[in-house]
């Protein structure tokens, strides 16, 4: 499986013709423009379809940008100014359609949301041709769908940024915020030892390649049929020979938060699967965030879901609205997160990051 999916695209730049004119006047206003600078090509569009998009330093310098945008949000006013922002979401959502529309107004730009609940967004009109259509009135794209190859042939068409709001195979926004919520509160993330139990799904693939990128120390506790992709293991496995980190997979729950600083869970049926939930939530009995559970990991453990939470079942609400919860600082973040890569992907003054090759 492809893990990194961005790709670098340059927009055709075609110089100004020269005047073709027998006047000597003319001739020589010629020479001056043909002599002037002449402007440069746009820096090829940047995506963030994964995690894996990002190389460490990278993610080091969008939390930096995060942190400032997060406490100084008034010297960020109208730097995205003119940008227009195109949502098509094939899911429900709260948190990621209202931050994003929040962030892209705070920073000056303006959105359009297309529901896309109904039917897909290609059900239509191919997206080769939608992303034509819209390269040519919007800057930015972004995408929250069932399929991940939505996401990447998108990508792959489009010569704007298209950003991945969640997909089948990654969320990482929200991976990215939760990494940035761990760092406000422990500091060196190569330090921090978190824990993910439940689904191998979406989120536990971004959280799997952020926290590789970022060193830290990561269990994820899976039944033995829900283990994440082994395309995503190896690749989080390939990061952290990088960067130091510790990757360690077990279907055993308590193995997996032993000493965790933060213990962190998701529903065991995603959006898509609601019919299998019967049937899931023996499986994922064992697996249930409870306080016997937290009394495995450090005394300080923070608790961790990216929302909506089904109480009762993979959390109980002893643990979820306990005083070490940090759900919804989360939540807050993905706001503060986001509009860090809207800035980063749109310009916005404040300086892009390079362009990463393939799997750097």
């Given at each position: 499986m492809h893990i990194n999916s961005m790709r670098k695209r340059q927009r055709a730049y075609r110089p100004a013709r020269k005047r073709d004119t027998k006047e000597t006047a003319m001739r020589t206003q010629t020479v001056e423009l043909t002599n002037s600078p002449q402007p440069k090509p746009e820096p090829p569009s940047r995506d963030l379809l994964s995690t894996h998009d990002l190389a460490p330093h990278e993610i080091h310098t969008l939390f930096n940008l995060t942190a400032m945008l997060k406490q100084r949000p008034a010297d960020f006013r109208g730097v995205l100014t003119g940008k227009q922002m195109v949502m098509f979401f094939e899911k429900p959502s709260l948190r990621t359609r209202l931050t994003f529309e929040a962030g892209m107004d705070s920073l000056g730009g303006?959105?359009?949301?297309?529901?896309?609940?109904?039917?897909?967004?290609?059900?239509?009109?191919?997206?080769?041709?939608?992303?034509?259509?819209?390269?040519?009135?919007?800057?930015?794209?972004?995408?929250?769908?069932?399929?991940?190859?939505?996401?990447?042939?998108?990508?792959?068409?489009?010569?704007?940024?298209?950003?991945?709001?969640?997909?089948?195979?990654?969320?990482?926004?929200?991976?990215?915020?939760?990494?940035?919520?761990?760092?406000?509160?422990?500091?060196?993330?190569?330090?921090?030892?978190?824990?993910?139990?439940?689904?191998?799904?979406?989120?536990a693939h971004s959280l799997l390649l952020a926290g590789a990128a970022l060193g830290a120390s990561v269990a994820i506790g899976t039944p033995c049929n829900h283990a994440p992709s082994p395309a995503i293991i190896e690749a989080a496995e390939a990061l952290a020979e990088e960067t130091g980190a510790a990757i360690n997979i077990f279907t055993d729950p308590r193995e997996a938060v032993a000493g965790a600083d933060a213990v962190y869970t998701d529903v065991w049926a995603s959006m898509g699967q609601e019919g299998e939930a019967d049937s899931r939530s023996g499986i994922f009995a064992p697996y249930q965030v409870n306080a016997a559970l937290m009394q495995d990991a450090s005394p300080h453990a923070l608790f961790m879901h990216c929302l909506p939470a089904h109480r009762g079942w993979e959390v109980t609400d002893e643990v979820i609205d306990s005083s070490n919860s940090v759900v919804f600082e989360q939540a807050e973040n993905r706001l503060h997160i986001q509009k860090a890569i809207l800035v980063w992907l749109l310009g916005g003054g404040v300086g892009r990051l390079p362009v990463r090759s393939a799997h750097a």
């Open positions: 303006s959105t359009f949301f297309v529901d896309q609940t109904s039917s897909r967004i290609d059900a239509r009109e191919s997206l080769h041709d939608i992303a034509h259509n819209l390269e040519r009135w919007i800057d930015i794209i972004v995408l929250r769908t069932f399929n991940h190859a939505t996401v990447e042939d998108m990508a792959a068409h489009a010569d704007v940024p298209v950003i991945n709001a969640l997909s089948d195979l990654e969320h990482p926004c929200q991976a990215l915020a939760d990494l940035f919520t761990l760092q406000e509160h422990f500091g060196d993330l190569s330090k921090v030892h978190f824990a993910y139990v439940g689904d191998g799904n979406n989120v």
